[in-house]
């Protein structure tokens, strides 16, 4: 069996990016979401544990300190990262692996795990990205404008990703993230054991 | 209207190339076929404009002067080339265009065309290879043995390419050379713009 990938998925605040991954994972199989470790507080829904590892700031230090952490970063005051048991133990056993981080964990990501895929889930417009944040209600229009303010900035350095993929139809977005997945797997890096293979046995 | 991409294919004698681009010509629109021009004589079956451009070494040569081929390269005694204002048109009509041809060939267009996407189809083992050449039955057996002994030199700088496709199943490997082409157009590169655009709208 071979290992999986690694997926990594950024996107505008309000691109609908966690919309997006549940979809996947209820969608099809052989994928894994990773899990973050957050001290930000739960949202009204969120569970332990499946949404985040809700942590304090003191344990989210000793997590770095024990090097825990494949990349972490801070965002709006609090910190995000990503455990890296969960991510090693589910490439091993072959499933290609879902990170949701913002591009600047990404980037770091990216030079520990040269092989990740790096996707920036984009809606069509500024419009569409607008009435998202303010249709989800889970905010005041205070944080939803600083928000927005920030969004432009969200996306610095979206130029060494590898797709943007857009979110207009969730269904349509959906299908292309698992499509790209299954034809990255076609990669001459990941097949080359194939043509070996056959040029061994031409030329024995 | 975007312009289309350019599909380089290429892969091990037998491997089925031939009979996959039909299939992807046959199965979906927004496709065209480079066709090739040639030195090597007409197998039965062949017509002039479609299978190839059949030419003679003294017209090759005067196309090869008049800079009308993006690429030729000779193989096995006969010239090889890509007439160059077939793909332009074609690109600039949005149409995605396939070539297919052999890889040194494709690294000289590669570097014409740096964002041609370069796929090798191979069979799934040496075996089905051997068998499959046999079974076409336009060849001799000494020609067929001269082409398995040929076969582990063809892939010979396949390192290069973008992705390797497996024909196992020619249904299976045909809409998975239609979904790369259509995930490829998800590439950062082509869709910069949207970013862009929404970042522009956000900041005035």
Same mark, same amino acid.
């Given at each position: 069996?071979?290992?999986?990938?690694?997926?990594?998925?950024?996107?505008?605040?309000?691109?609908?990016?966690?919309?997006?991954? $549940?979809?996947?994972?209820?969608?099809?199989?052989?994928?894994?979401?990773?899990?973050?470790?957050?001290?930000?507080?739960?949202?009204?829904?969120?569970?332990?544990?499946?949404?985040?590892?809700?942590?304090?700031?003191?344990?989210?230090?000793?997590?770095?300190?024990?090097?825990?952490?494949?990349?972490?970063?801070?965002?709006?005051?609090?910190?995000?990262?990503?455990?890296?048991?969960?991510?090693?133990?589910?490439?091993?056993?072959? $499933?290609?692996?879902?990170?949701?981080?913002?591009?600047?964990?990404?980037?770091?990501?990216?030079? $520990?795990?040269?092989?990740?895929?790096?996707?920036?889930?984009?809606?069509?417009?500024?419009?569409?990205?607008?009435?998202?944040?303010?249709?989800?209600?889970?905010?005041?229009?205070?944080?939803?404008?600083?928000?927005?303010?920030?969004?432009?900035?969200?996306?610095?350095?979206?130029?060494?990703?590898?797709?943007?993929?857009?979110?207009?139809?969730?269904?349509?977005?959906?299908?292309?993230?698992?499509?790209?997945?299954?034809?990255?797997?076609?990669?001459?890096?990941?097949?080359?054991?194939?043509?070996?293979?056959?040029?061994?046995?031409?030329?024995?």
């Amino acid at each position: 069996m071979s290992r999986g990938k690694l997926i990594v998925v950024s996107g505008f605040s309000g691109a609908g990016k966690g919309t997006v991954m $549940k979809e996947i994972m209820n969608s099809y199989d052989n994928y894994a979401l990773s899990v973050s470790a957050t001290t930000r507080s739960p949202r009204p829904g969120e569970v332990e544990g499946i949404s985040y590892f809700f942590k304090t700031d003191d344990e989210f230090r000793q997590m770095i300190e024990k090097d825990e952490l494949i990349e972490y970063a801070g965002y709006v005051g609090h910190y995000y990262g990503t455990p890296k048991q969960f991510v090693e133990k589910n490439l091993d056993e072959g $499933k290609d692996v879902f990170l949701e981080i913002e591009i600047q964990g990404a980037l770091k990501v990216k030079e $520990k795990y040269p092989d990740a895929v790096l996707m920036f889930i984009t809606p069509p417009d500024a419009k569409t990205l607008r009435e998202r944040l303010v249709n989800r209600g889970t905010e005041s229009m205070d944080v939803i404008e600083k928000r927005l303010a920030r969004a432009a900035e969200e996306a610095n350095g979206v130029e060494a990703y590898d797709y943007i993929v857009i979110n207009d139809n969730l269904q349509e977005c959906v299908e292309m993230v698992d499509r790209i997945v299954k034809c990255e797997h076609n990669r001459t890096s990941e097949r080359m054991s194939i043509i070996n293979s056959i040029r061994n046995d031409l030329t024995k």
